[in-house]
């Protein structure tokens, strides 16, 4: 799996977009990009995943770039709640055999009243 | 859908005895599933691959005979620690998936203090 670039810690205020970066500058063809997040004490959550397309859901959008060297998850509205470890991980379809996810050191989000 | 429970959430136990924790999937059946291990600080690292009806698969480094791997059903997967010492502290995550056309689902952790 490609490895990723990501910054130890940003800062966002509550009611702001939160606009988290990732480098993934070797990834392959057939490799995703997968977004998870981890609030303290509990375990990891998932929130968006794509290949090339932007993707949109209830939780965040996910905007690759078109050379798929780099992507951004955005968070439209952050609340206090969204304060986590947010990790990027970029890996084959999950379609693909059972191996698991590695996890890189993530951004740690701290979102601001 | 995709419902994994772990329990306990947290657990204290003394130097030398062993501990249990349980990982279920609620909705689904998982022939796979994975422990991770997390220490203050610091990322998630696999543990080992849990097989229903086989034997565990351990990453290099992990101890075999200390971090006991059960996997008896579709929907359980058991990790015993075994005499364990201080430096087993730590959060201990469990995840599964229904199918190759699911992603992961994570537990919420156990939390293990060892005075």
């Known amino acids: 799996d490609a490895k990723t670039t990501q910054p130890t810690s940003m800062d966002c205020a509550e009611g702001r977009a939160a606009n988290l970066p990732c480098n993934h500058s070797?990834?392959?063809?057939?490799?995703?990009v997968y977004w998870y997040r981890q609030i303290h004490s509990q375990g990891p959550q998932y929130i968006i995943h794509?290949?090339?397309n932007n993707e949109t859901n209830e939780m965040a959008s996910l905007i690759i770039t078109e050379d798929r060297k780099s992507s951004t998850l955005i968070l439209p509205h952050a609340t206090l709640r969204d304060t986590a470890v947010y990790y990027c991980?970029?890996?084959?379809?999950?379609?693909?055999?059972?191996?698991?996810?590695?996890f890189g050191k993530g951004t740690m989000l701290l979102v601001s009243p | 859908g995709a419902v994994v429970s772990q329990h306990p959430s947290w657990v204290i136990c003394k130097s030398g005895t062993s501990v249990k924790i349980e990982c279920r999937s609620l909705?689904?059946?998982?022939?796979?599933m994975f422990w991770y291990r997390q220490f203050p600080k610091q990322s998630l690292m696999l543990m080992a691959t849990?097989?229903?009806?086989?034997?565990?698969?351990?990453e290099q480094g992990v101890e075999k005979d200390k971090f006991l791997i059960n996997h008896a059903s579709l929907t359980l997967s058991t990790l015993t620690v075994t005499s364990a010492h201080p430096e087993d502290s730590s959060f201990y995550i469990c995840?599964?998936?229904?199918?190759?056309?699911?992603?992961?689902?994570f537990g919420s952790g156990t939390r293990l203090t060892v005075v």
């Open positions: 995840s599964a998936r229904r199918g190759t056309n699911y992603g992961y689902t």
């Open positions: 070797t990834i392959s063809g057939n490799e995703y």
């Open positions: 794509g290949l090339k």
């Open positions: 991980i970029v890996r084959v379809s999950m379609n693909s055999g059972y191996s698991t996810l590695t």
């Open positions: 909705d689904f059946q998982a022939t796979t």
């Open positions: 849990s097989n229903e009806g086989s034997k565990a698969t351990y």
